[in-house]
């Protein structure tokens, strides 16, 4: 998992570098996106870029913490 993790931070980084805005500007957004959400899950998406989403730290939280309303909204996926 380390290996995947290392992976991870490097893409991670150039992904925000690559999609500086915010794409869920929802609730009190910044604008600036700062996280990846992985709308499919970490699982076996976790570096797969089209399951992920650049949100800022406010809209991913509450992104996070809606679930069901992140679906209907396209923010996330549902996981069977």
Known sequence: MSKTNAAYAKQRK????N???????IYK????????????GRGT????E??????CRNCHMWIE?????AIELGYSLTRH
């Open 14 to 17: 150039k992904y925000l570098l």
């Open 19 to 25: 999609h500086q805005v915010c794409h869920a500007k």
């Open 29 to 40: 957004c910044s604008l600036h996106a700062t996280d990846v959400h992985h709308m499919a």
């Open 45 to 48: 998406n976790h570096l797969n």
């Open 50 to 55: 089209s399951t992920w989403l650049p949100v």
């Open 65 to 69: 913490e809606h679930p069901q309303e």
